[in-house]
């Protein structure tokens, strides 16, 4: 079955009592058993529910991974991975990852005596020199944030397994309908469910896919012992999201390319990061490994101060200012003071990350409505230029 077909009907069957198209959303926290010391497929919710289950049923099949896992944020399905790991071990991560993933590897796993260093996966040659006898770990997202740059995703898997270390993949930004990193040779991936899967700005959750049998085993036993699971009412409206999931990140990309190219025209926009222009250093990585688009979310530098973008990404009406991205709601956000304001300046500039850098997660409200808004926003950042 194509993609689209599976997002609807794989593990989301309709319910045998009462043929109810749509599976009923199962609360219970217990599940009565058949005997004492006996046990039935569902005993408790945090090892396992229904409707969570129906969910990674689903998920499985769109990452083609053997089995999925959710958890109650995209940090807790990070976290589960680095559990894997024991005092002593070390962590190869992307430059460009996630700020709560930075957080994670850097100020609290030391405590545990696993060490983390950064690495521009970009280049990767730089990527086989940092690997350590301990690594076990190479953990990278393409397209990376804010700048969207792309990373080879089956080149770091060959890199990681003749190292020894595990392949781990932050999929958020791509989605399974853009790259499926397992077919890629990853071991696993990840996701803030809170975004592209849920794709409504009303849950938090997280996911992890993998293909090693094995692997699941020893991810299963970690968030059942810890308990950081995705609670029936998410896993239902994640369920709900994920039914279009390929439209709304088509069409998304597909507005997301117009308005990088109209701001790429525009005299006061200084540079645009979208790795669908040509002039992107990853253009050409993305069109062999990204499929049909290339993603929605976009960045741009003003030909202006830091004043000037705050003042872009405070004029916007339909671009609503805040973090997270993903939804069918077009967010701004200004990394320097928002997303990156917790690196000190010297460092954020280290990364490329300028005072008047501008990231747009491109939502699915009409594209010219949304041009028009930028195009407002950028008269008022920048009167007469
Ligand atoms: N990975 C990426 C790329 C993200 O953007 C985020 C959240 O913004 C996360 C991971 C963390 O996910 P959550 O906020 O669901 O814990």
Redesign the pocket.
């Known amino acids: 079955m194509h993609f689209r077909t599976r997002a609807i009907h794989v593990g989301q069957e309709r319910d045998p009592q009462t043929g109810a198209v749509v599976p009923p959303i199962h609360l219970a926290s217990t599940f009565v058993q058949p005997g004492a010391g006996q046990w039935g497929e569902f005993d408790y919710t945090r090892s396992g529910n229904p409707t969570r289950k129906a969910l990674q049923t689903t998920l499985a099949s769109l990452e083609g991974g053997s089995g999925a896992l959710c958890f109650s ?6 976290h589960c991975v680095t559990m894997l790991l024991g005092s002593g071990d070390h962590i190869l991560a992307g430059a460009d ?2 700020g ?2 930075y957080r994670l590897l850097h100020k609290v796993l030391h405590r545990a005596g696993i060490e983390a260093t950064l690495v521009a996966t970009t280049d990767l040659a730089a990527v086989e020199a940092a690997f350590r006898p301990r690594t076990r770990l190479l953990w990278i ?1 393409s397209p990376g ?1 804010p700048l969207l740059s792309i990373t080879d995703i089956a080149a770091c898997a060959e890199l990681a397994h003749r190292h020894g270390a595990l392949l781990g993949v ?1 999929n ?2 791509a989605t399974p309908v853009l790259t499926r990193p397992l077919e890629l040779g990853a071991d696993i991936v ?6 592209y899967l849920g794709g409504h700005s009303d849950l ?3 996911a992890l896919i993998v293909r090693d049998p094995d692997l699941f085993k020893r991810l299963y036993f970690l968030q059942n012992a810890t308990g950081a699971v995705m609670g029936p009412l998410e896993s239902f409206l994640c369920s709900r999201g994920i039914k279009t999931l390929e439209l709304r990140v088509r069409e998304q990309c597909r507005t997301a390319a117009r308005l990088a190219e109209f701001l790429a025209r525009d005299r006061r926009v200084a540079r645009v990061f979208y790795p669908g222009l040509a002039d992107h250093p990853g253009h050409d990585l993305a069109a062999r490994q990204m499929q049909g688009g290339f993603g929605a979310m976009l960045s741009f530098e003003i030909a202006g101060d830091l004043a000037a973008a705050k003042r872009l990404v405070e004029s916007t009406r339909l671009f609503q200012l805040a ?4 939804a069918v709601e077009s967010l701004i956000e200004q990394p320097a003071l928002m997303s990156h304001a917790s690196y000190d300046r010297a460092d954020r500039l280290a990364h490329g990350i300028r005072d008047g850098l501008v990231r747009l997660s491109v939502g699915l409200e009409a594209e010219e409505d949304l041009r028009a808004d930028l195009e407002q926003a950028l008269d008022q950042a920048m009167p007469g230029m």
């Open positions: 944020s995209g940090m807790a399905a990070t990852i996630y709560g993933t997202e944030n932050d958020t930004l990840m996701h803030s469910a809170t975004k938090l959750g997280g973090v997270s991205l993903g």
